[in-house]
């Protein structure tokens, strides 16, 4: 099992900052990519950003220039430094992880609880 841990949601006005953490622990033999989604009431899970282990980034162009991913391998650890936030950018942010198990080396791809983002206008 692999479990992703989140923090650093929460309330923020417009245009202000937020970052959020995952810390991804368990049975790890390596992660390939982390990245964060997120969903807003009535709409489908995107893609906000993704790091591979070589530090290789995706945007999602809505944030692309607002938003940095970057991430810890010695600690499984992403981050994603959100500014200039706006109300559209409120929804629950999803951490994901895929990888491969240590031991018997088989993939996984594992998602945390997800964490609350809310800009107010």
């Known amino acids: 099992q692999v479990q992703l841990v989140e923090s650093g949601g929460g309330l923020v006005q417009f245009g202000g900052s937020l970052r959020l953490s995952c810390a991804a622990s368990?049975?790890?033999?390596?992660?390939?990519?982390m990245g964060w989604y997120r969903q807003a009431p009535g709409k489908q899970r995107a893609l906000v950003a993704s790091?591979?282990?070589?530090?290789?980034?995706n945007y999602a162009d809505s944030v692309k220039g607002r938003f940095t991913i970057s991430r810890d391998n010695a600690k499984n650890t992403v981050y994603l430094q959100m500014n200039s936030l706006k109300p559209e950018d409120t929804a629950v942010y999803y951490c994901?992880?895929?990888?491969?198990?240590?031991?018997?080396?088989?993939?996984?791809?594992?998602w945390g609880q997800g964490t609350q983002v809310t800009v107010s206008p």
């Open positions: 994901n992880a895929v990888g491969r198990y240590s031991g018997t080396i088989r993939p996984f791809d594992s």
């Open positions: 790091i591979t282990s070589g530090g290789t980034t």
């Open positions: 368990g049975s790890i033999f390596r992660i390939n990519s």
